[in-house]
């Protein structure tokens, strides 16, 4: 048995409104399918259930906004009797633009907490409670054995007025460049905050890597080229076996590696923001397979319709601003992740090369990973191994 929980799929995200349920009761459910649709400040998430069984019985209602941890179902069968969706995050709280209107958040008190139906509390005091609109799962209860009594409801409602003027505020409507932005701002702010970064810079040599990938699409019909920044995507992932130390998260005080290597891709929204959704298994994908990867990919970001694994599942984060003649980027971590790589745009410049100076084809990378996990040496031999990758482009 295991209960379905209201998923964080962000850093900061602290509730959910749930859009509409896939499943019924009696359904039988298998690991990773799409249950639920979820609206978040990343737009509507298609929610996976992560085991198998078969729904016993659904708790939630669609448009019910829920707090993170939140009961929405329960799943008979399960393997895992804790919860059936993943507990921790691993993705920046930054998303993409719901294709839906956004719904303005009508008051505080309408989330739910988690478990309120196990809310210790007399009868009484949930009569009160539901005749004042006062949240249970906010009420300190100081009966016997801190069971919640109606005097305790009276008492949270005469709070009520130091909440007023931030519910007010919240009522306001929002529409979704509010919403992207107010996510990416909390994503950043405690990445600064929390993450002592620290920056390395190269320069790499894309000649010889350019020179092959052009005599391969020549080769190809215009649909089937590779795009030079899929042969970028897929070395950085490699790239990750030779120093796995940046790859994976930092979580509860201490570093967590993964084994597997879920590159996120920063993607440009076209009404501002961005998102990053994890490509699952990036080093294990072939050049053509990351390319219909991507070509998937960035319509749903932008539509808002991801996956919520590949909202929390990316190990590191790639970001790409060449194609705006950016030459160098300078990128912030997203919490809880190690590090994010920048790329520029590629440029022909005059380059020295046994003592001979010629024109190359040259592409600034950066680097910014979190001190507490690793140190410079760490970063350089990352780049380095980049570098020789990028080299050998043959082994891609």
Known sequence: MAEFLMPSLGADMTAGTLVAWKIKPGDTVARGQVVAEVETDKGVIDVECFDAGVVEKIVAAPGEKLAVGALMAVIDGATDTASSVRPLPQQPDIGA?????????????????????????????????????????????????????????EQAKNVVPATTALDATLAQPEDGRDRMRRAIAAAMSKSKQEIPHYYLQTTIDMTQALARLEAE?????????????????????????????????????????????????????????????????????????????????????????????????????????????????????????????????????????????????????????????????????????????????EQL
Request: glycine content about 8%; charged content about 25%; some cysteine.
């Open 217 to 393: 699409n020549l080769k190809r019909t215009l649909p089937n080229r590779i795009l030079p920044a899929v042969l970028l995507l897929k070395a950085l992932a490699l790239t990750l076996r030779d120093v796995p130390e940046l790859n994976g998260s930092w979580i509860d005080g201490r570093v967590r590696l993964s084994e597997r290597i879920h590159v996120g891709l920063a993607i440009a929204m076209r009404g501002g923001g961005l998102v990053a959704p994890a490509i699952h298994d990036t080093d294990r994908k072939s050049l053509d397979e990351l390319m219909k990867e991507i070509h998937d990919l960035i319509p749903r970001a932008r539509a808002g319709r991801l996956r919520s694994s590949e909202m929390t599942d990316a190990t590191v984060t790639l970001t790409n601003l060449g194609d705006l003649g950016v030459e160098t980027v300078y990128g912030v971590i997203y919490p809880p992740q190690l590090a994010i790589v920048g790329l520029g745009k590629i440029v022909k410049r005059p380059w020295v090369e046994n003592d001979s100076v010629c024109v190359r084809s040259l592409l600034n990378v950066t680097l910014a990973a979190d001190h507490r996990a690793t140190d410079g040496r760490i970063g350089a031999k990352f780049l380095d191994a980049l570098d020789r990758r990028l080299r050998s482009p």
């Open 97 to 153: 633009l719901s294709a839906q209107p956004p719904s303005p958040i009508t008051s505080t008190s309408n989330i739910r907490s988690p478990g309120p139906d196990r809310v210790k509390a007399t009868p009484l005091a949930r009569k009160r409670a539901a005749e004042l609109g006062v949240d249970l799962g906010r009420v300190k209860g100081t009966g016997a054995g801190g069971v919640i009594e109606a005097n305790d409801v």
